[in-house]
């Protein structure tokens, strides 16, 4: 069975692939990534802690509603 693939707008695996560059010092601590979706920042701080932001969209909501059942 071969791999789905999804129109992810995102591509968040691929950007994954930029923060190993970022801490080896390959590249900068602070990149813009143009995607599809829209430009993501990807900024690594002084403590090494990653910060991603970029544009979002809801793509799904659900809710349940659970019922209690005496067993």
Known sequence: M???RRNNRACGPRVRGCIPAMKLGLASNN???SLPG???E????????????GPVELEYSSSMTMEETDE
């Open 2 to 4: 071969g791999k789905r």
């Open 31 to 33: 990149l813009n990534i």
């Open 38 to 40: 829209g430009i993501l």
């Open 42 to 53: 990807i900024i690594i701080d002084p403590e090494g802690n990653i910060h991603k932001t």
